[in-house]
């Protein structure tokens, strides 16, 4: 285990971190996450093409690694085009903010431990703030706007309403995720990533905090739109979401976007919930042997990411938001309750383990058997709830099977699930009506 240097307010020490340093990391993480991604795209086109069973990327380059850098050489030397009414400005901003914002989350992400640099002993991490994590969210929340500007600046429907979904997805299941990090910021004491990566060298914080980590695996996949939750972008549904009217380099903005978006909500499960860049088992992961730990973690969530998008269909925009809003965030909410009475009552009121039996500590396993008992309370109202709805739409007027589409004068096509009467049958119907009161 690296021996951790804390600097003020809790913080990494970067006294002996000069600006010259910085900028050579920054440089150096803006190279890491532009490999990752041309990496990332191969690696998913040939995982989902060997479950599909077919090859997959394998001309340009061994092994067809060349393939990504050939698709964006074509990206750029493509023409861009742009609507007639689109508004040029902001057409051109909104690609410009979703990808930046990526990066400037990733400032914070501690990629290992101390590391000697140039003959200086710097953290191997940008910076680092004593509100860290929740400098993520917000650059996060800055990150919609890209979208939002995109639908809106293209002067077209389609845009303006998959922008519009893609931020109500968004917003939605970032509520869920700040939630679900609460309970990690109770257990490390500490909103700093460093401080937070420490505080796991006797026990990640996947193990204390399962709930909260089931909750944020779930929330970005849908934060990043990704299948099963790639509603933004339902094809079938609105074309092609808020960059339907996109070409070019700035279609290809967001679709770098995209992905570095994957390896920040990745690294900041590795940083809460897995250790960050400690190793399992009592490896070595002194000096670089952390970005080796931390980037391995980073690959396993994105083997995650590819993995959901080659097996499981998309879900209902209805069915997505309905989850978010009626089951993972009132069950969050009860699990940060449960863990801060937890934490103050072994802080504070009992002084150590709050259940101990023949000298065995139980307090987590009560912790678990609480949130356990919690959401499956949350589940039986939701099933009660959904009954009760349907009683209720049981008792509304019905629609009629049979619909004549010349009825009011105008041709009416039939509801799903209805049939057009034989032409003619109406009339004679209407008659037969008609004779039977006249006798």
């Known amino acids: 285990m690296t021996a951790f240097i804390a600097g003020p307010n809790g913080t990494a020490d970067f006294s002996d971190t000069p600006l010259w340093l910085s900028v050579v990391k920054a440089l150096f993480i803006f190279v890491y996450l532009l490999v990752s991604t041309l990496l990332v795209i191969w690696f998913e086109r040939r995982v989902i093409g060997r479950m599909q069973q077919r090859p997959g990327p394998n001309r340009n380059g061994p092994f067809g690694l060349l393939q990504t850098l050939a698709d964006g050489m ?52 940008l910076t680092d703030l004593p509100v860290a994590v929740l400098m993520v969210l917000a650059v996060a929340g800055v990150g919609i706007y890209g979208i939002v500007l995109a639908g809106w600046s293209s002067g077209s429907t389609y845009p303006l309403m998959g922008s519009l979904r893609a931020t109500a997805q968004m917003v939605s299941y970032e509520i869920a995720m700040g939630l679900s990090l609460v309970s990690v910021f109770l257990y490390s004491g500490s909103m700093a990533t460093s401080q937070i990566v420490q505080a796991q060298e006797s026990l990640w914080h996947f193990i204390p905090a399962c709930f909260a980590f089931f909750v944020y695996v779930v929330t970005m ?77 980073l690959w396993f969530f994105m083997f995650v990411f590819v993995w959901l998008r080659g097996s499981l269909p998309r879900v209902r925009y209805d069915q997505f938001m309905r989850f978010g809003w009626k089951f993972l965030i009132p069950t969050t909410l009860l ?65 009629p099977v049979e619909v004549d589409p010349f009825a009011g004068g105008y041709p009416v096509p039939p509801l799903p699930g209805q049939r057009l009467v034989e032409p003619g049958a109406a009339d004679d119907a209407y008659a037969a009506t008609k004779e039977v009161s006249r006798g």
Not at 339 to 347: Q, S
Not at 372 to 393: F, Q
């Open 74 to 125: 074509k990206s750029m030397l493509k023409e861009d085009l742009k609507p007639a009414n689109a508004d040029s400005v902001v057409f051109t901003l909104a690609p410009l903010i979703t990808a930046t914002m990526c990066f400037v989350s990733f400032s914070i992400m501690p990629l290992a431990g101390d590391v000697t640099l140039f003959g200086h002993r710097t953290p191997l991490q």
């Open 221 to 297: 996949v849908g934060e990043t739109n990704r299948l099963p939750f790639d509603l933004a972008e339902g094809e079938g549904e609105i074309v092609g979401g808020y960059f339907t009217e996109y070409s070019g380099m700035r279609f290809a903005m967001f679709f770098l976007g995209e992905y570095i978006n994957m390896f920040t909500v990745a690294a900041l499960a590795t940083t809460m919930f897995l250790g960050g860049w400690q190793a399992p088992f009592g490896l070595p992961d002194n000096g670089w042997w952390g970005l080796l730990w931390f980037t391995a973690k």
């Open 335 to 399: 699990w940060v309750v449960a863990v801060a009475f937890y934490v103050a009552a072994k802080n504070n009121w009992f002084g150590g383990p709050i259940l101990q039996i023949a000298g065995r500590d139980y307090s987590l396993a009560v912790l678990i058997v609480i949130g356990v008992c919690a959401s499956l309370v949350i589940v039986a109202s939701w099933i009660l709830g959904d009954r009760a709805e349907r009683r209720a739409a049981e008792r509304l007027p019905q629609i």
